[in-house]
Structure formats: C-alpha cells, structure tokens
C-alpha cells in the first residue's frame, strides 16, 4: 500500500456511507488513553493543500475514521465526546507507574521532583513541538478558515512543514493546526493526514478489515 501524507486546508467533510464502525481509538492530545468510537464507514473530504490546490479525497474505513478524528479537532471536539465510556482506559498505566517509580532521583527534594514532573521550567510559546493536552482551552476552540489569501504565506508553510515533522516524529496518523496549538496566535482550520499502511502490513491490514 502506498503511503503518503496529505495535507488539508480549510476541509469541509461530507458523509458518504451512514453506516458505522466501532474501533478502538486514541488521540496524542489525551495521551495514554484510548476507547472505542463508532464512525461513519466512508466519508469526502474536500479541501486545499499548502498551494491552494483542491484536494478531493474518498476514504473508506480506518482513512475514513482519522478524516472525521481530525475534522472533530477543528470543530473543538474530541473523541472523548463521542466515546464508549465504558471502554475508556488508560493504555499505558504500568509504564506509568514504573516511570514514577523510576525517576525520583534523591539529589532533589520530593516537592521540587514532583514540580517538575508537571510544570516544565521554560514555557514555551506555541506553534509548540509538543501535543497540546486536554484541559488545554485551545483544544476546545473552534478554528477558522485561513483566508484565501494567506494559504500560500511563508507562515503557514511554516505550520505545515512543522506539522509533518510532528507527525513523523510521533509516527501518528493525523495531526490537527489546534494539537500545535497554532489557534492561539491565528485560528487556522488546517490538518494533515496520514494515508496508507502506516503501521506495517500486518496492523494496517488487520485495521482495514475490521473498519470495513
Ligand atoms: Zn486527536
């Protein structure tokens, strides 16, 4: 299977198949966690790319799935709002509690160990290279379209190249413009997605059948 990255501005989602999927879902914006989430079978997605060139895309399945994950982000939702609560759980609490167990260090006094841990010393400023998390407002933010005009500015292909790297660099399927948190400075109704086997042939594979 072909893999490639497609990058969507200013998206408009339409809904081909009603039919839905149940499939185990997780998000880097609320990182440790997945539940499963029912999503339309097959979807278009319409928008532009970082050259305002129309990009037109039918996805079915597991493509179709992360269309409407990202899609969810612009509109300020989450896939915790559409959720199976019932089958929220956290995918990563050994780790968890081996790092905590792990990382207390002596040379450090428990309140300054524990400061650390969840307030980093330089705050930076956002487009960040991190994932924004959930408590974050930006998250929350509805964005809006990127003007016309301003699809080609050097600033947005700064976003977009940003955005790439990010998905590279975390090996994700999707990102969105508010999980860099880009909205804070200007509301920019951009994702980008991650078409083909991203996981090996086998994973990739077994996604696509039971999404379909
Ligand atoms: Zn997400």
Redesign the pocket.
Known sequence: MKFYINVMINPTLKVLDYDKRKFL??????KGYSAEVERYRSVLLTGVDDRNNKQVLTLKGWNARIAQ??M??LDGK??IDHMDPSTFHCTCWEQNIRYLCTTFTKSKSFRQWYRDLWIPDHPCQPPYWH?TQIGDPILRTKASNVPEEAIKEPEIADFVDQMIKMLRKYN?V???AP?IGISLQRKTNLFMIRIGNEFGVGVGCDREKVMQ
């Open positions: 879902e997780s998000c880097m914006s609320v994950h990202e969810d982000h989450l896939y994932f994700c999707g990102i969105a999980q």
